[in-house]
């Protein structure tokens, strides 16, 4: 027996489901307020996740057994059980999660809404990719940062890669524009923050800047995937750090790059559950600049 407010539909062009066609579409679902979250683990973050609106869920039988005790407590909430082949024809791929939801975008942020509450955030320039957006979101919770800012160019973090590359972060992190850019990084500046810009260049150190900030408030300012920070934002940075690589090699992925610089920002103590835990370094740590 299905839970109350589970429907099972069979026909692809049902009426009911007409919202989930919009999802190879994301400039649409961001006009009309929505995102989607795609996959078991990232829908149950999202339905219980208390500050997030969940608008309607697509489901396959296997996916409901996996999600069920979570739509049994919202009767309310409209969820569709449909077989393989619907859920592909109306995702308009082989979708094979599952579990599609769709979610209400929440209120934009300002920026220094999301600063003011942090100590520790990343600010991103251009980094268009939204499997690293999403990364990078998945890093700065892992390595406890308080927020993110996106420059105008960067990839949407409620699109559904993001979401899923997140593993959900994206959901729960704060994270607003930055905007107007590079004026951000002055303003951050301004307010005693300090900006680190990541950059590959040999003069600049990443654990020589780290021993050197202290408690300080600080934003890790990371850029494109190929071009890195345009000079502007190198320039409005008060800082520069570099991640020594073995010879031969310039850079690391940005979301990798992100994570490094979190941990050693951090000088290496993560917050969980409200504990305070000293991680020990491994042989990966950077090394003295």
Not at 154 to 167: E, G, V
Not at 256 to 277: H, K, M, P, Q, W
Request: proline share 7%; glycine share 10%; charged share 20%.
């Amino acid at each position: 027996m299905l839970p109350v407010g589970v429907v099972r539909i069979d026909a692809i062009d049902d009426e009911r489901l007409s919202a989930f066609r919009s999802v190879p579409d994301p400039d649409l679902l961001t006009q009309l307020g929505f995102f989607i979250a795609e996959g078991r683990l990232v829908v149950r973050r999202l339905l219980a996740h208390s500050r997030l609106e969940t608008r309607a869920l697509l489901v396959t039988e296997p996916a409901l057994a996996s999600i069920g005790d979570l739509v049994a407590g919202r009767p309310a909430l409209p969820a569709f059980v449909v077989t393989q082949e619907v859920m592909n024809g109306v995702a308009g791929f082989n979708f094979h999660r599952g579990c599609l939801a769709i979610g209400v975008r929440p209120p934009a942020r300002h920026w220094r809404e999301v600063a003011d509450a942090a100590r520790r955030i990343v600010v991103l320039e251009r980094v268009g990719n939204a499997d690293n957006v999403g990364a990078i979101f998945r890093n700065a919770s892992a390595f406890g940062a308080g927020g993110v800012l996106l420059q105008s160019d960067c990839a949407d973090p409620l699109y559904r890669k993001s979401i899923r590359t997140s593993m959900a972060a994206s959901l729960s992190m704060p994270f607003a524009a930055a905007e107007p850019w590079p004026a951000v990084l002055d303003a951050l500046r301004g307010a005693g923050w300090t900006t680190v810009a990541m950059t590959p260049a040999a003069d600049a150190s990443l654990r020589a800047a780290a021993q050197r900030l202290g408690d300080s408030r600080i934003a890790i300012v990371l850029g494109h995937e190929g071009e890195g920070l345009t000079p502007e934002a190198m320039a409005a940075c008060t800082h520069r750090a570099r991640i020594p690589m073995a010879g031969g090699i310039d850079s690391v992925n940005v979301a990798t790059a992100a994570a490094i610089a979190l941990y050693e920002t951090g000088s290496g103590v993560i917050f969980r559950g409200g504990c305070r835990r000293k991680m020990t370094p491994g042989p990966f740590t950077t090394p003295p600049g």
